[in-house]
């Protein structure tokens, strides 16, 4: 089964500056897909940057990117010119293909808990 | 695209009692998954429809768990003799073809057991 672990519970960061939340995950699949989710406080689970596996090229949202690292299998997100509604809680998400007769479901960690303050 | 709605927002009931919740789909999408999120942890999934189909559900969905997609469209989760253990946020999320594409979640409903 997979795994996905973010080993920062919480974290902190200045309006502005940048930031970096760790994600690492275990499969033995070669082709699959990855998420970073947002969730604001009582609000509504958000997508931030969707990653497919087989692409070399790390996806980019504004002011949101990432750094994959298959063989490492690490998935990082960097949040750049950091913003007081950035402040929320981040999950990332591991989904297997059908393909590989995996199931669509996605398998979250425990997230991480990111301030941004003034 | 209304966004995933799901109803109530929120449920209090005694336990040993029986809860229903609604899920409406955008509009669109052909796959609905169900997640349960406790407090401090990440939503973890129950269960998985495509169109009216339920293709897996998770080891979690004891047999006091029921979900329907009757038509493929809305999906309704039932939980029957609540525990306190059954106090959660329940999520909808839902995502159409090809495979891989991100899903959208509701707002959830907060169950409480008292």
């Known amino acids: 089964a997979q795994t996905v672990t973010q080993s920062q519970p919480e974290m902190s960061v200045q309006e502005a500056e940048t930031v970096t939340l760790s994600c690492t995950y275990d499969?033995?699949?070669?082709?699959?897909?990855l998420f970073w989710y947002k969730q604001p406080p009582s609000r509504q689970m958000i997508l931030v940057i969707r990653q497919e596996a087989y692409k070399q090229q790390n996806a980019t949202e504004n002011r949101f990117s990432v750094n994959f690292q298959k063989a490492a299998k690490s998935f990082s997100l960097k949040i750049s010119d950091s913003q007081l509604g950035d402040t929320a809680m981040y999950f990332c998400?591991?989904?297997?293909?059908?393909?590989?007769?995996?199931?669509?479901?996605?398998?979250f960690g425990k997230g991480t808990k990111l301030t941004v303050n003034p | 695209d209304t966004g995933v709605s799901q109803d109530p927002r929120h449920k209090i009931t005694k336990r040993g009692q029986n809860v229903t919740f609604r899920c409406d789909p955008i509009?669109?999408?052909?796959?609905l998954y169900w997640y349960r999120q406790t407090l401090g942890q990440g939503p973890e999934f129950l269960t998985y429809f495509q169109n009216e189909a339920q293709l897996e559900k998770s080891r979690l969905l004891s047999d006091r768990f029921s979900a329907e997609r009757p038509k493929g469209s809305f999906s309704t989760l039932e939980i029957q003799r609540t525990e306190q253990g059954d106090s959660a946020m329940y999520l909808c999320a839902s995502s159409h073809n090809p495979e891989g594409q991100p899903q959208h979640f509701g707002d959830g409903t907060r169950l409480s057991i008292l």
């Open positions: 509009s669109e999408h052909n796959r």
């Open positions: 998400a591991f989904m297997s293909t059908s393909t590989q007769g995996g199931s669509e479901k996605l398998v």
């Open positions: 499969t033995s699949e070669n082709n699959y897909y």
